[in-house]
């Protein structure tokens, strides 16, 4: 892993925009250049300190299940080398390994959640309602029980700084359309069921993650940012799974149980991290990359 890099910086290209994770540059008409930090934002406030060798675990994953997904939907990965978006070599190499050329498209203006389990805020509505997003569950379901099928319940994307909200169905429907919200759901609960499958031959419960879509010009759909990740995924140890709890993970579910013990009311600035703290996200970040890729 390479030290870590909270914000890249790329001076020949155009930065245009920088979300919690990711820094995306302009490179032409018809391609971007991503590149993922090692920031980590939990209840949707990127914290201060960064997580080492993060992004390059999120690039090495999101291409495997890019490559692993692409008879079902296609995705945002262009064929344009690096080095022809990054000549300078010194600059090249501090990002090389959490780079991705990507197409441009329009990203769609929601977050394709899928939940397999019932855990984080949908255990909290079910708790409240009996419901996760308006969608009805049996009753006396225990904390983290899988669910009978997978179910979508998307979100909003919030800007940095913002929390993003569940929606339900209908809602998603007036933001994108009927049709295409359905080609969203389908695909979504599709790539969810095969990840899941094979994440169980390797030890790890994909419990619940988000998905986000993109269209080209055409109208054509693409998956695009990241796939069944630490960061947009919950995966738990197979072998130390139980209800009634909220199982151990490789994700930054970590980070979040530690803040859970602080008095701080998830706004920004967010709170620095210890760094045992750091050091053991990074290493479960490292760990779920090693177990699910050869």
Known sequence: ????????NLPDLERISQGKVRDIYAVDDAHLLIVTSDRLSAFDV?????????GEVLTRLSN??????????PNHLADLPLQAIIPDAEQRQRVASRATV??????????????????????????????????????????????PEPIFTPATKAAVGEHDENISFDQA?????????????DLAIEIYLSGAAYAAT?????????????????????????VLT?????FWPADEYATGISPP??????????????????????????????????????????????
């Open 1 to 8: 892993m390479s030290d870590a890099l909270f914000e890249s």
């Open 46 to 54: 990127v914290l201060p300190d960064p997580i080492p060798g993060k």
């Open 64 to 73: 495997f299940w890019f490559g692993r997904t692409r008879d079902i939907v």
């Open 102 to 147: 990507a197409k441009r498209l329009r990203p769609l203006p929601i977050e394709a959640v899928v939940r397999g389990y019932l855990i984080g805020s949908g255990w909290k509505d079910y708790q409240a309602t009996g419901e996760v997003c308006g969608i009805g569950l049996p009753a006396g379901l225990p904390q983290a029980a899988q669910l």
């Open 173 to 185: 429907a007036e933001l994108v359309g009927n049709e295409l919200a359905a080609r969203v759901r």
């Open 202 to 226: 390797r030890g790890i419960i994909i419990a619940d993650t988000k998905f986000e879509f993109g269209l080209d010009q055409a109208g054509e759909l693409y998956l695009i940012d990241e």
């Open 230 to 234: 630490p960061d947009s995924s919950r």
């Open 249 to 294: 993970s490789f994700d930054k579910q970590y980070v979040r149980d530690y803040l859970e013990t602080l008095d701080w009311d998830k706004k920004a600035p967010g709170p620095a991290l210890p760094a045992d703290v750091i050091r053991r996200t990074s290493e479960k970040y490292r760990q779920a990359a090693d177990l699910l890729i050869d």
